[in-house]
């Protein structure tokens, strides 16, 4: 019997760790289902989830050439249609542009009046920022060699 990606199987939980469990499926094959693949919640501890013995429905989720074989428990449970949430884009939905309102010729003048009075102001801000930054930070540096411009 080979064992296909995509397969339903039935295994008993023969091995766990901290990060999954080991399920015997029969014909001496063994594979792993990851702490992740076991429920659709976040699973701390999976010995809250799973005991050795447990009797479980896995879905192979690949199969690898040096015959290591994932499984998953989540993955192999129906979901009812209710529950499986459906992505669909959705169209855009911008609103229209706006069209420019001018005033005349005047309005651009005071725009850029504000502008350059806006900007200076920053520079000024900024630079009385960076120069309490620089006196509060002088003494500070500590490491070796002497001070860095």
């Known amino acids: 019997m080979s064992i296909e990606v995509g397969a339903k199987l039935q295994g008993k939980v023969s ?3 901290n990060f999954g469990a080991f399920v015997d499926l029969g014909n001496r094959k063994t594979g ?8 659709d919640g976040f699973v701390k501890d999976i010995n809250d989830v799973l005991k050795v013995g447990d009797e479980v429905t896995v ?3 690949s199969v690898g050439d040096d015959g290591k074989i994932g499984l998953s428990i989540r993955k192999a ?28 010729p005047s309005a651009n003048v005071n ?10 102001s920053f520079l000024k801000d900024s630079d009385d920022r960076l120069s309490s930054l620089r006196r509060n930070t002088e003494g500070k540096r500590g490491g070796r060699g ?4």
Do not use: C, W, Y
């Open 15 to 17: 091995g766990i760790t």
């Open 32 to 39: 792993l289902v990851h702490i992740s693949e076991v429920s």
């Open 59 to 61: 879905l192979v989720t």
């Open 77 to 104: 449970v129906d979901k009812p249609q209710a529950e499986k949430k459906e992505f669909r884009k959705e169209p855009n939905r911008r609103p229209a542009p706006k069209k420019p309102f001018s005033k005349g």
């Open 111 to 120: 725009k850029k009046e504000d502008f350059d009075s806006l900007m200076s």
């Open 146 to 149: 002497g001070r860095r411009n």
